[in-house]
Each structure stands twice: as structure tokens, then as C-alpha cells.
């Protein structure tokens, strides 16, 4: 179920994560199905999967969204989705909540949204730390690549990002200028109303971020998300290392294993906060965890 061994011919590595989802899909007809919703700048395909059980009431069902690989070198980031894949298609037919959770919300999963900066960092050591897009820049620059993550049609080309195409967080010509946000952009915004959470993986740092990662602007449900993201982290910490004892606030502040650090858009509050996870140390199940991660940002990303 998982890519155990992957193939380092570049031009095989996507082959082989589409190969798995073809398998994923076929393998568990009922659950899960597959779509093509986007094509790169360099023209291939980006795809997702949809995981969702039928609704015994026939009610309209709410939506989650998941992406990863949306900076190319962040390798953890595609590994997690198909880890994420592989526990919900392993277990959903023995957790009742799970089995209850999929039958109330469809799950879209796209394991590699940056699909041509990721097969770029493939190619040799010096291609390892790509990080944005492989479009060309505009005229009379050189350098190729957007950051596709600073390229939504969210308070676009506001804070944290650079209008220079050589920068790493170069946020493109205007907002959607790229086909893989826009491809995100329309396919999410067709059902907006009915998603609860948009979540984009990432792994460059031990770190949860909430909406909107602007000094102005924060989410109208902030509190909620503070509280719940504290409950994701903690699992996740019991989860890495499940031998872990409960420790006090202080020790854990200092422990790089134990201590997550909040990422505030709130300009009230500090920039980033310390928070320390509570005492429900080794219950709960990494499944639990990563749909805590994903729950966690209940609330409108547009
Ligand atoms: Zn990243």
C-alpha cells in the first residue's frame, strides 16, 4: 500500500506514486476514485484521491482537502499523504468513527501538487533543494519558478513573500498566474460551500500554521483553531514517541521533541507562541492524529 521502494530513474518516480493511486483506486472500488484536475506548466497531470463512503441518509456531505508536495523539496510531505492513504484504506472497514467520518465527508487527497519542481529534485544533488515551480519567469529575468504556495488568491503578494523570480518565495506575475494554483483554485472553489478544511502539507519545520499567515488578517474562527491544534499536536507528539511521559509546561518548552511552536496571524498576540500539549500522552492512534491535523482547520480557506 505504501511506494516501500522507490525507483531513482526521475522519469519513473511519477509514474510510480500515479501506478499507486491506480492500485489504491482499484483495489478499493467502494472507497476510493481518482481525477485529473490540472496539468502543470510543464504539462503533466496533477491527480488526486477521493475518499468517501456512501451517506446511509443520502445527505449532501462535506468536504475535505488535503495536498502535499507543494514545495518540491519537502520529500516528507508526499511520503505523508500516501501514510495518510494507507491508513485510511487499511483501517476504515474495522474503526467504526472512521468508517462514520467518510461516510459524512469526502476526503481529496493530492499526494504531489508540484509535481514539476518535485521530479526536478530527483535529478541530481544539485536539483535536491529546488523548491518552487518550473515556469519560466517573465521577460528579462532568468530564473525559473514560482512559489506556488504564495500564489493563491489570498491576499496575494501582501506579507512574507518576494516580487523578485530569483527569490524562493517568489509569488509569481498576480495571483492564480500558475496552472497548479488555479487548478487548486477552481476545483476547491467549486465546493466551497460544502468544505469544512483545507489543509497543505508541508515539512520544513515542526510547526502548525493557521490561516491566514498575515499580521492583519486572522480566521474568524482563531480560538477554535488554537484550542484544536493544541489536541492535534499533542497527538502527534504521543504518537512519535508513544514511550513519552507527560512533562511539565517548562520542560517541555525546552525539549525540541515535546514543545510545538503556534505560528500567530493574530497581531494582538506574539508572532509565535509556545504551547506545551496536555497530559494524554500514548492514546491516541496516529490515524486519529492526522484526521486531528486535518480537522484542525475547520473554518473557510477563501
Ligand atoms: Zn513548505
Not at 507543494?70 to 520529500?75: D, K, L, T, V, Y
Not at 544539485?126 to 491576499?155: E, M, Q, Y
Request: contains cysteine; proline residues 5%.
Amino acid at each position: 500500500m505504501y511506494i516501500t521502494r522507490m525507483n531513482y530513474n526521475t522519469d519513473e518516480i511519477l509514474t510510480q506514486i500515479y501506478k499507486w493511486m491506480e492500485d489504491v483506486e482499484r483495489e478499493n472500488p467502494e472507497l476510493v476514485s481518482s481525477a485529473v484536475y490540472g496539468h502543470t506548466f510543464e504539462g503533466k497531470n496533477i491527480a488526486l484521491l477521493k475518499f468517501g463512503l456512501q451517506n446511509p441518509e443520502g445527505k449532501e456531505k462535506k468536504v475535505i482537502w488535503m495536498d502535499c508536495g507543494i514545495h518540491a523539496r519537502e520529500w516528507i510531505a508526499p511520503a505523508f499523504c500516501q501514510w495518510f492513504v494507507k491508513e485510511i484504506v487499511t483501517s476504515y472497514k474495522t474503526n467504526k468513527k472512521l468508517e462514520q467520518m467518510l461516510q459524512n465527508l469526502d476526503v481529496y487527497v493530492t499526494p504531489v501538487i508540484n509535481v514539476d519542481g518535485y521530479m526536478y529534485t530527483w535529478v541530481n544533488t544539485t536539483t535536491r533543494i529546488w523548491r518552487k515551480s518550473r515556469s519560466t519567469p517573465p521577460s528579462g529575468n532568468s530564473c525559473l519558478g514560482v512559489d506556488l504556495n504564495r500564489n493563491f488568491n489570498a491576499n496575494w503578494g501582501t506579507v512574507g513573500v518576494s516580487f523578485d523570480s530569483c527569490a524562493n518565495t517568489y509569488c509569481g506575475k498576480e495571483a492564480g498566474s500558475e496552472p497548479e494554483a488555479t487548478a487548486v483554485m477552481d476545483f476547491v472553489g467549486k465546493m466551497v460551500k460544502q468544505t469544512l478544511c483545507f489543509l497543505t502539507i508541508h515539512s520544513a519545520g515542526q510547526l502548525i500554521l493557521l490561516p491566514y499567515g498575515h499580521p492583519q488578517i486572522s480566521a474568524p474562527n482563531y480560538d477554535e483553531l488554537i484550542q484544536t491544534q493544541a489536541q492535534a499536536a499533542t497527538g502527534l507528539v504521543s504518537s512519535a514517541s508513544p514511550s513519552l511521559t507527560p512533562l511539565s509546561c517548562e520542560t517541555k518548552v525546552s525539549s525540541a521533541t515535546c514543545c510545538q511552536r503556534i505560528r500567530s496571524s493574530r497581531p494582538a498576540r506574539r508572532r509565535t507562541q509556545e504551547r506545551c500539549p496536555s497530559s494524554h500522552m500514548s492514546t491516541t492512534k496516529p490515524l486519529t492524529v492526522a484526521l486531528s491535523l486535518v480537522l484542525l482547520s475547520l473554518g473557510s480557506l477563501w
